[in-house]
C-alpha cells in the first residue's frame, strides 16, 4: 500500500474545507507557507493540479474536487474511530467521591482488590461529605449514608448494615451484660450520635447520661476502639474485617437498624463499564451484566 504523504494530505483537506491556506494554516497551527509546501507535494506525488491559485485566494481544480469528495470520507471516519477510542480511554479513569467513613473503614483496604480484578481501571479517590451532582456525570460514584437514590441517580447499597457495640478483646473482658459498658466512655462520632441512641434503645439501656468521648470522623472512633479507649457503635457494613481479624469484637448479640444505609450512587443509566463493574463489586451482586 503506497499512501500519499500524510501531512500532505491533512493538509489539502484542511485547504479544501477552508478554500483557504491561510485559514488551513491557523488550523493546523503551521504557516501558509508550509500549507503551500505541503500542497505542492501531494500534486507532486499524485501528478495533478490541485488548486488553481490566483491573487485573490485559491479555488479547487477538478481533480481537486474529486480528490476531496473521495478522501474526506475516510478521513473522516479516522477521525470519528480515533475520537471513539480515546473516549473509551477515558471511561477507564474512574472518579470515587466518597464519605470518609466508607473510604477510610472500608474501602482503601479493599481497593487493592478490586484494581486486581480490573487492572485497566484507573482510581481517583476523592474524601467529601458534601453532595455530589451526578446529573449528566456518569464518570463519578458517590459513596454515602443515605435514605436511597435522589432525583436523576440510582443508588446500590453496601450489604445489609447493622448497629452493633464493638470495642477491642482486652475491653470486652470486663463486660459481662450490656450495663457494664458505663465502666468505659462511649466513642462517639458527632455526625452519628443517633447510632447510639438506636443500640441503647435496642440493649434496654437509657440514651443518655453517660460519659462520652466526640470525634469528628468515624475512622477516629473506630482506631480509638482498638487502641482501647472506651466503647464504640460499628457498622457491620464497614467493619466487616475488623471482626472477621478480631481487632475489634461484638460482645453482646444485640444489634440495631440504622437510619439510614451505604450506597453508591450514580448517574440514571450509566453508559461506562467501569462504573457499572464498580458498583457490582461494591454491592458484592450482579447489579449489571457485563459482556465479557
Request: one cysteine or more.
Amino acid at each position: 500500500m503506497k499512501l500519499p504523504p500524510l501531512n500532505a494530505l491533512r493538509a489539502f483537506e484542511a485547504a479544501a474545507r477552508h478554500k483557504s491556506f491561510l485559514l488551513a494554516a491557523k488550523e493546523l497551527h503551521v504557516s501558509a507557507a508550509s500549507i503551500s509546501r505541503f500542497i505542492k507535494l501531494l500534486e507532486s506525488d499524485l501528478g495533478c493540479t490541485l488548486f488553481m491559485r490566483r491573487s485573490s485566494g485559491v479555488t479547487l481544480t477538478e481533480a481537486g474536487e474529486q480528490y476531496w469528495a473521495t478522501i474526506r470520507p475516510s478521513l473522516q471516519a479516522i477521525a470519528n474511530i480515533s475520537q471513539e477510542y480515546r473516549r473509551q480511554e477515558y471511561r477507564r479513569t474512574l472518579q470515587i467521591v466518597s464519605i470518609p467513613a466508607i473510604a477510610e473503614t472500608w474501602l482503601v483496604s479493599r481497593l487493592w482488590n478490586f484494581q486486581q480484578q480490573h487492572k485497566n481501571i484507573e482510581i481517583n479517590l476523592v474524601l467529601d461529605d458534601k453532595p455530589v451532582n451526578l446529573h449528566d456525570n456518569d464518570t463519578t460514584i458517590w459513596l454515602t449514608y443515605a435514605d436511597g437514590a435522589s432525583g436523576g441517580t440510582q443508588a446500590f447499597a453496601m450489604p445489609k448494615d447493622k448497629l452493633t457495640l464493638v470495642c477491642n478483646p482486652e475491653v470486652a473482658q470486663h463486660l459481662k451484660k450490656p450495663a457494664d459498658i458505663t465502666q468505659f466512655p462511649m466513642l462517639v462520632d458527632i455526625d452519628w450520635q443517633s447510632d447510639w441512641r438506636g443500640w441503647l434503645a435496642a440493649a434496654g439501656l437509657p440514651t443518655d447520661g453517660y460519659n462520652h468521648i466526640d470525634f469528628e470522623r468515624y475512622s477516629m472512633v473506630v482506631n480509638a476502639a482498638i487502641e482501647g479507649m472506651g466503647v464504640a457503635i460499628g457498622h457491620t457494613a464497614l467493619l466487616e474485617n475488623y471482626l472477621r481479624l478480631g481487632t475489634l469484637v461484638s460482645p453482646f448479640n444485640i444489634n440495631a437498624v440504622p437510619e439510614k444505609q451505604f450506597y453508591a450512587l450514580i448517574a440514571e443509566n450509566p453508559q461506562r463499564t467501569s462504573v457499572k463493574q464498580f458498583v457490582n463489586w461494591f454491592s458484592d451482586k450482579t447489579v449489571f451484566p457485563i459482556n465479557a
